[in-house]
Nanobody, 111 residues
């Protein structure tokens, strides 16, 4: 299993970013996919999960209405669209499936 995140960067408060995760090594459409994040000095926390079909998704309360998780099963990709970013969204964002994790992509929200 390999998960490779991309799309992180520096963005101003109120800005937007779209994270991507390229997955390989398993039957992608069979498994829910999740995003987690870890801010400096804090524990890793769950952000969102999408079902294998993409038909349902769940979000942590702190991102509801601002983040959208989606997937493209034809491309083995999962995405996290983030809008109205806040400084407290600064973290390394990780893609996850079962017990596998990507290397993470840094998101920094700062003016």
């Amino acid at each position: 299993v390999q998960l490779v995140e991309s799309g992180g960067g520096l963005v101003q408060p109120g800005g937007s970013l779209r994270l991507s995760c390229a997955a390989s090594g398993f039957t992608f459409s069979w498994f829910p996919m999740s995003w987690y994040r870890q801010a400096p000095g804090k524990e890793r926390e769950w952000v969102a999960t999408i079902s294998g079909s993409g038909g349902s998704a769940n979000y942590a309360d702190f991102v509801k209405g601002r983040f959208t998780i989606s997937r493209d099963n034809a491309k083995n990709m999962v995405y996290l669209q983030m809008i109205s970013l806040k400084s407290e969204d600064t973290a390394v964002y990780y893609c996850q499936v079962q017990n596998y994790w990507g290397q993470g992509t840094q998101v920094t929200v700062s003016s």
